[in-house]
């Protein structure tokens, strides 16, 4: 019976952990009717996409640049090191705009 | 234990007289009147005065000839063998007088890491995760590194750092300078919020979704057995990947001030 117990608690813990998350996801407006795509409800997901792959494609780059210059200089591993930590967090930013854009439109 | 709670009804209790006086008196009508601050108003508020107790508390303890493990902690933020603490930032890049800035962006980054740090505490939430909050330090940025500027040339000298390397480019230049300026504000701000706001967004998903995970085998005995380490062990990762983004973030928000003040007060050759 604890262990029942236990388990409806941590049931109950995660639904209440999620919710917000889930509350989050909801995109305000209603569906058109009459068969049109509400492109409205899907457009982040797009965006989103489409930055995330922007970002990757632009920190392996980056990541490939600083993996060459350390190994053709060891010696400059620690100016390498900050340069390439750096880009990684710029290129990061980039992406997390558009998140911001999402966040701000759709998510509140 | 929701602690940041407990912080805000505690300030509210004790300043909510106060604060609804202030702000009546400077013409805005507080929201809810029993609970003027909110809740990353109250956090900051917390960080800032046990910051200074530390310090306070601390500066006795401080030795020269040998130094404690704390005192190399705390000294770690100044001088690193990365290279990567405030002072060295500011020597590398800022070069000779470098040190009358320190105060400013050391204070400005040490506030962001410990705001970033205090929501991995169960029940706190990073004031960082509110939009106001790095868009107040990213102004403070803002306004130091060209008061700076005009503090060390005139100010007519300092607005020619806008106008470009040569005269004739200067109508295009002016406009681009202006805007890249401005643009640093937005970017400072929105690069700092949004990684704070999903890196504890993402750990909250995968804390539910492993315990989800878990509670739904968990019916069938022996699968709940095997799957419980995932919600113990995964949710790490992300934890992890939480506490490494809030120093790379106060971090970068440190670097890039540093950036900034030394172009505003760099030497025309």
Same mark, same amino acid.
């Given at each position: 019976?604890?262990?029942?117990?236990?388990?409806?608690?941590?049931?109950?813990?995660?639904?209440?952990?999620?919710?917000?998350?889930?509350?989050?996801?909801?995109?305000?407006?209603?569906?058109?009717?009459?068969?049109?795509?509400?492109?409205?409800?899907?457009?982040?997901?797009?965006?989103?996409?489409?930055?995330?792959?922007?970002?990757?494609?632009?920190?392996?780059?980056?990541?490939?640049?600083?993996?060459?210059?350390?190994?053709?200089?060891?010696?400059?591993?620690?100016?390498?090191?900050?340069?390439?930590?750096?880009?990684?967090?710029?290129?990061?930013?980039?992406?997390?705009?558009?998140?911001?854009?999402?966040?701000?439109?759709?998510?509140? | 234990?929701?602690?940041?709670?407990?912080?805000?009804?505690?300030?509210?209790?004790?300043?909510?007289?106060?604060?609804?006086?202030?702000?009546?008196?400077?013409?805005?009508?507080?929201?809810?009147?029993?609970?003027?601050?909110?809740?990353?108003?109250?956090?900051?508020?917390?960080?800032?005065?046990?910051?200074?107790?530390?310090?306070?508390?601390?500066?006795?303890?401080?030795?020269?000839?040998?130094?404690?493990?704390?005192?190399?902690?705390?000294?770690?933020?100044?001088?690193?063998?990365?290279?990567?603490?405030?002072?060295?930032?500011?020597?590398?890049?800022?070069?000779?007088?470098?040190?009358?800035?320190?105060?400013?962006?050391?204070?400005?980054?040490?506030?962001?890491?410990?705001?970033?740090?205090?929501?991995?505490?169960?029940?706190?939430?990073?004031?960082?995760?509110?939009?106001?909050?790095?868009?107040?330090?990213?102004?403070?940025?803002?306004?130091?590194?060209? %008061?700076? =500027?005009?503090?060390?040339? !005139?100010? /007519? *000298? @300092? &607005?020619?750092?806008?106008?470009?390397?040569?005269?004739? #480019?200067?109508?295009?230049?002016?406009?681009?300078?202006?805007?890249?300026?401005?643009?640093?504000?937005?970017?400072?701000?929105?690069?700092?919020?949004?990684?704070?706001?999903?890196?504890?967004?993402?750990?909250?998903?995968?804390?539910?979704?492993?315990?989800?995970? %878990?509670? =739904?085998?968990?019916?069938? !005995?022996? /699968? *709940? @057995? &095997?799957?419980?380490?995932?919600?113990?062990?995964?949710? #790490?990762?992300?934890?992890?990947?939480?506490?490494?983004?809030?120093?790379?973030?106060?971090?970068?928000?440190?670097?890039?001030?540093?950036?900034?003040?030394?172009?505003?007060?760099?030497?025309?050759?």
């Amino acid at each position: 019976m604890n262990k029942r117990y236990a388990t409806l608690l941590l049931m109950l813990v995660a639904v209440l952990l999620v919710a917000p998350a889930a509350f989050a996801q909801e995109a305000g407006g209603t569906a058109a009717a009459k068969g049109f795509t509400d492109w409205v409800s899907i457009t982040p997901g797009f965006a989103m996409a489409i930055a995330s792959a922007a970002c990757g494609y632009a920190q392996a780059k980056a990541t490939m640049s600083a993996c060459e210059g350390l190994a053709r200089n060891p010696g400059a591993a620690a100016h390498i090191r900050f340069a390439f930590i750096l880009a990684l967090v710029l290129i990061e930013s980039m992406a997390l705009y558009t998140f911001a854009i999402i966040y701000l439109k759709y998510l509140r | 234990m929701p602690l940041g709670h407990w912080i805000t009804e505690f300030l509210n209790q004790i300043l909510g007289g106060p604060v609804v006086a202030l702000l009546r008196a400077l013409g805005a009508e507080p929201t809810d009147v029993h609970h003027p601050i909110p809740q990353h108003v109250a956090t900051e508020i917390l960080i800032v005065v046990v910051t200074i107790l530390f310090a306070a508390w601390f500066k006795r303890r401080l030795s020269v000839e040998r130094p404690g493990g704390l005192q190399q902690c705390v000294e770690a933020l100044l001088t690193n063998p990365m290279s990567v603490g405030a002072r060295d930032l500011l020597n590398d890049i800022v070069g000779h007088g470098a040190t009358r800035y320190l105060p400013m962006i050391g204070t400005i980054g040490l506030f962001v890491l410990l705001c970033n740090l205090i929501s991995v505490i169960p029940g706190f939430e990073s004031p960082t995760a509110t939009a106001s909050v790095p868009f107040g330090c990213a102004l403070t940025v803002f306004a130091y590194y060209n %008061f700076c =500027g005009v503090r060390r040339h !005139n100010p /007519l *000298g @300092y &607005a020619k750092h806008f106008l470009g390397p040569s005269i004739f #480019l200067a109508p295009l230049m002016f406009p681009i300078e202006i805007i890249s300026n401005l643009a640093r504000l937005l970017s400072l701000t929105v690069r700092l919020w949004v990684n704070m706001l999903v890196s504890e967004l993402l750990y909250m998903l995968f804390l539910g979704m492993t315990l989800s995970v %878990f509670a =739904g085998a968990s019916k069938i !005995n022996v /699968l *709940g @057995y &095997a799957l419980a380490p995932i919600p113990a062990l995964v949710p #790490l990762v992300f934890i992890f990947l939480h506490i490494f983004v809030a120093f790379l973030q106060a971090f970068v928000f440190t670097l890039l001030p540093v950036i900034y003040v030394s172009g505003a007060v760099a030497e025309e050759h």
